[in-house]
């Protein structure tokens, strides 16, 4: 058999490998995915690569404006590299510029030319393995911070309830789901010594690991505090001071906390900065929790009013964040307190309405986008008597 025969039995084989490459390179790729990198995914990148950039108005004329927009995106890659990766990146432009000048190069004798060369070629082989080398580099970096931020989540995790939570004569259902691989949402509920019951719900300022670490500090003051002494006022002062001196300038978060006596429905609450609890009376009445308070750590004076009721029988409790009602449908309009408010309203024990306000929020965004921001939702149902 000759060698072009073998050659003729081998191409099935290699189209084959070659299909099944083109396959794996494109597994997960949806069309949507391609219109939201030229879209919102673009529009994301010159937005945070622009930050701290040239604060001048962007030139009216179109060919200026798009050459303004080419050097707020270099310098803004640039400053956001390590030294020694910008001098990479330079190379890498300077080599790029080199590729697309004249780049011929010959030497005459008295016969006519003797050498001739063109150094384009070389340039972008230059520029290309420079850049390639910088994009590894990047990436492995971000590699390497997704695997803290996986073990960050787990902490986190750790730190929130899991499975079903018993009260006696109450029903609770509850959820928390982040926008990013660290949220800043906290919720739980603590045993107390004399059978209470404590109840937490709070939102940390920001997104990701920074958020995720106000929230670890709030779950440690409000576990420390609440043993000490579980009353709301003291519980909050401790969470501020925490947060005020530990947070920075930037972080706050807003809490609901309150003390719940399962057996006589008696709750004793402060919110601070947080969306108002719906409480469902048993005639359909719908009553908000709260009064308009400043966030934790906000600033150093906390004026926080403490509030008592009764849930009687038959009646629930709705807590929530407000990456809720805050969610953005495909329209751009939020899910909104209304909608919330007539879910609620609606009633049912404490699984029905969580499920409910669940399904209704996620037929109400888009499937294919990602929220934009921290959702926690806590469902208690007293049982009727």
Not at 36 to 49: C, D, G, K, P, S
Not at 323 to 344: H, M, T, V, W, Y
Request: charged fraction near 25%; proline fraction near 4%.
């Amino acid at each position: 058999m000759g060698t072009g025969d073998r050659g003729r039995r081998d191409r099935p084989g290699r189209f084959q490998r070659f299909e099944q490459f083109v396959r794996d390179y494109t597994a997960g790729l949806r069309k949507e995915d391609v219109r939201q990198l030229f879209t919102r995914e673009m529009a994301q990148t010159y937005a945070v690569l622009a930050r701290d950039q040239d604060e001048r108005a962007e030139p009216k004329r179109r060919v200026f404006r798009f050459f303004y927009r080419i050097r707020i995106v270099l310098l803004g890659l640039a400053f956001r590299l390590s030294p020694a990766r910008r001098l990479l990146f330079a190379v890498a432009l300077l080599a790029g510029l080199l590729a697309m000048s004249d780049n011929r190069f010959s030497v005459s004798g008295s016969h006519g030319t003797v050498f001739a060369w063109d150094a384009s070629g070389f340039w972008s082989f230059v520029s290309v393995v420079a850049f390639v080398c910088l994009l590894a580099m990047e990436l492995v970096d971000r590699v390497l911070v997704r695997d803290e931020l996986e073990v960050a989540r787990g902490v986190q995790r750790q730190l929130l309830p899991a499975g079903e939570v018993a009260i006696p004569g109450w029903s609770v259902a509850h959820g928390y789901r982040t926008a990013n691989e660290v949220g800043g949402d906290y919720y739980d509920f603590l045993p107390l010594a004399d059978g209470r019951v404590a109840l937490a719900v709070g939102d940390a300022s920001g997104h990701g690991m920074a958020a995720g670490l106000v929230m670890a500090l709030a779950s440690a003051a409000i576990h420390t505090a609440a043993e000490l002494d579980p009353a709301p006022l003291a519980v909050a002062r401790a969470v501020h001071r925490v947060v005020l001196r530990t947070g920075g300038a930037r972080a706050f978060m807003s809490l609901f906390y309150g003390v719940l006596d399962p057996v006589t429905g008696e709750l004793e609450y402060v919110g601070a900065g947080h969306p108002f609890p719906l409480l469902r009376r048993r005639s359909g009445e719908l009553e908000e929790l709260g009064r308009g308070a400043l966030p934790l750590g906000m600033r150093p004076a906390l004026e926080l009013p403490a509030d008592r009721v009764r849930i009687e029988p038959g009646e629930l409790l709705v807590l929530y964040s407000d990456g809720l009602p805050e969610g953005l449908g495909s329209d751009g309009e939020a899910f909104g307190f209304d909608r919330l408010r007539e879910l609620g309203r609606q009633g049912g024990d404490a699984a029905a309405v969580h499920r409910r306000i669940l399904a209704a929020f996620d037929g109400w965004r888009r499937a294919d986008e990602s929220l934009a921001d921290d959702l926690t939702l806590v469902v208690l149902a007293r049982d009727p008597a």
